[in-house]
């Protein structure tokens, strides 16, 4: 599995930006996609994921301002950040999960919430 990220850049408090991540190769074997986000030097934290199904789970931080949505068809995920903060600024991560448990990861995207 391969996985393609774009849509980072550099945005105000209070923007809004959309991230996309493409994946290719066996592409029927993914179970869940998600989004992360690191700082260097710290660990990788969960953003948002979503199941095949489409159920979701969400990073408090990101509660009420992030939505995670997958298309299938384009085996795309998307992570909509709203109300973007200055603590929203992270290289981010678009991961997948097959169904036996092995993880794959994009190219991070930089994103930066500043004036």
């Known amino acids: 599995v391969q996985l393609q990220a774009s849509g980072g850049g550099l945005v105000q408090p209070g923007g809004f930006l959309r991230l996309s991540c493409a994946a290719s190769?066996?592409?029927?074997?993914?179970?869940?996609m998600g989004w992360y986000r690191q700082v260097p030097g710290k660990r990788r934290e969960l953003v948002a994921a979503i199941t095949r199904g489409g159920r979701t789970n969400y990073a408090d931080s990101a509660k009420g301002r992030f939505t995670i949505s997958r298309d299938n068809g384009k085996n795309t995920v998307y992570l909509q950040m709203n109300s973007l903060r200055s603590e929203d600024t992270f290289v981010y991560y678009c991961?997948?999960?097959?169904?036996?448990?092995?993880?794959?990861w994009g190219q991070g995207t930089q994103v930066t919430v500043s004036s």
């Open positions: 190769g066996s592409i029927f074997s993914i179970a869940d």
């Open positions: 991961n997948a999960q097959d169904w036996e448990g092995e993880s794959y």
